[in-house]
């Protein structure tokens, strides 16, 4: 059974940066395609970015020029070094698969202030 741990949000101010952290447990890491997803409060979660196995990413328009997803599969993990934040970009974070299959994990806060 696939478990996703999700760490690294925090409170930050407009422009700040964070590093999101995801270890995912149970699988063979490598072989899957890798996604971040957020949801703000009273909104639907969305797509922020994805990470092929190989390290091919793709970025949402919001993503695009300030966040960069990362992973290291001999640590089962993928990373979202998130800059330049907005107060829009406050959600709660997740990773899961490309297409997500997976128990979603806990998540971690991000809140950007203005």
């Known amino acids: 059974q696939v478990q996703l741990v999700e760490s690294g949000g925090g409170l930050v101010q407009s422009g700040g940066s964070l590093r999101l952290s995801c270890v995912a447990s149970?699988?063979?890491?490598?072989?899957?395609?890798m996604g971040w997803y957020r949801q703000a409060p009273g909104k639907q979660r969305e797509l922020v970015a994805t990470?092929?196995?190989?390290?091919?990413?793709d970025y949402t328009d919001s993503a695009k020029g300030r966040f960069t997803i990362s992973r290291d599969n001999a640590k089962s993990t993928v990373y979202l070094q998130m800059n330049s934040l907005k107060p829009e970009d406050t959600a709660v974070y997740y990773c899961?698969?490309?297409?997500?299959?997976?128990?979603w994990g806990q998540g971690t806060q991000v809140t950007v202030s203005s």
């Open positions: 990470i092929t196995g190989r390290g091919t990413t």
């Open positions: 899961n698969r490309a297409v997500p299959t997976w128990t």
């Open positions: 149970g699988i063979i890491f490598g072989i899957y395609n």
